[in-house]
């Protein structure tokens, strides 16, 4: 027992040093935080939200960066080249990077694994919602009524995620769906209100106008259903194996060590599960806050990149 006893405090003597250090470190300069969007759009709103967090919860300097540029394309190639050291990291969607590794990831710099992860802000809730006096209300019924319909119906979109994944459900269904591009979910909204369009897949800014009764949600395009319409099904569950799930993360260069990286991840978790960040986030972006931390963040990657290579896959097929 004697033994054991010694045995137990030598190893907490030789760890305690190594928890001291993650605990205890702190950037010698200024956190840069680079976004790749430009200023004022959804994603450096939530940048300047969780780095004015992470000053106030750890007295770190943290400097927010726009590197606009590819959607995020620009600053990841820079970011790649950064010393691993802590002092940059930075902002990106993967919707638009795996988008880019699909299409041509021989001709960019780096790949998922050339980066370290330290978490996600959140991920958008991405809806099919239609008008609340449409004459369907969930999937099956849209399908039915796209079915009889001589000229199929319309779908309003912003990205070209939401086409690809919306492609095969009218190829499965034998249905025809007219894609009509949409400069940002908001315009999306205003179409289908107006009636210029059946059905929209907006991120976030058309609950609202479904808790308002305007609108009516026919479809969760997430892996699983949203809070504020649990009765609509996803995708997956009516029969449709597709998904698409745009997440905020914030990345840095590979490399970083294991204090540094704690440090981070740990920072990062306070502020976006704060609940002053997680009700700005919602009032200002109606999207919900969450984080998957560093080895959830790289799975979803890893994952995601897998997904729309099947989704590209199947355009290249048709051509």
């Given at each position: 027992?004697?033994?054991?006893?010694?045995?137990?405090?030598?190893?907490?003597?030789?760890?305690?040093?190594?928890?001291?250090?993650?605990?205890?470190?702190?950037?010698?300069?200024?956190?840069?935080?680079?976004?790749?969007?430009?200023?004022?759009?959804?994603?450096?709103?939530?940048?300047?939200?969780?780095?004015?967090?992470?000053?106030?919860?750890?007295?770190?300097?943290?400097?927010?960066?726009?590197?606009?540029?590819?959607?995020?394309?620009?600053?990841?190639?820079?970011?790649?080249?950064?010393?691993?050291?802590?002092?940059?990291?930075?902002?990106?969607?993967?919707?638009?990077?795996?988008?880019?590794?699909?299409?041509?990831?021989?001709?960019?710099?780096?790949?998922?694994?050339?980066?370290?992860?330290?978490?996600?802000?959140?991920?958008?809730?991405?809806?099919?919602?239609?008008?609340?006096?449409?004459?369907?209300?969930?999937?099956?019924?849209?399908?039915?009524?796209?079915?009889?319909?001589?000229?199929?119906i319309t779908v309003a979109f912003d990205a070209k995620p939401q086409q690809m994944v919306m492609e095969p459900v009218a190829e499965q269904a034998g249905v025809k769906f007219k894609f009509v591009t949409h400069k940002s979910g908001a315009e999306q909204i205003q179409s289908v209100l107006g009636g210029h369009t059946t059905i929209a897949l907006p991120a976030g800014g058309h609950i609202k106008y479904v808790k308002s009764g305007d609108l009516k949600m026919i479809a969760s395009l997430s892996k699983d259903r949203h809070s504020y319409a649990p009765d609509a099904k996803t995708l997956i569950e009516s029969g449709y194996n597709f998904s698409l799930e745009p997440y905020f993360y914030i990345a840095a260069p590979k490399g970083l060590p294991t204090e540094i990286k704690d440090a981070l991840a740990k920072a990062l978790d306070d502020a976006v599960n704060s609940d002053s960040v997680k009700e700005a986030l919602f009032n200002t972006l109606t999207a919900t806050a969450r984080n998957l931390g560093p080895e959830g963040t790289l799975e979803m990657l890893q994952q995601g990149e897998i997904d729309i290579l099947a989704l590209v896959n199947k355009d290249k097929e048709k051509e």
């Open positions: 027992m004697k033994k054991a006893l010694t045995f137990f405090t030598l190893a907490c003597l030789m760890l305690m040093p190594l928890m001291a250090q993650a605990q205890e470190w702190s950037p010698k300069h200024p956190v840069k935080l680079q976004i790749g969007f430009g200023a004022g759009g959804s994603t450096d709103i939530m940048g300047r939200l969780i780095a004015a967090k992470i000053e106030e919860n750890t007295g770190w300097n943290v400097v927010v960066e726009n590197k606009p540029g590819g959607g995020g394309i620009a600053m990841l190639s820079t970011l790649m080249r950064q010393k691993p050291d802590g002092q940059t990291i930075g902002l990106g969607v993967n919707m638009p990077v795996l988008l880019n590794l699909a299409h041509r990831g021989d001709k960019l710099p780096f790949k998922i694994d050339s980066f370290d992860y330290i978490g996600t802000i959140l991920r958008g809730e991405i809806a099919m919602v239609a008008r609340s006096d449409a004459p369907f209300n969930n999937l099956e019924e849209l399908l039915s009524f796209a079915a009889e319909s001589k000229d199929g």
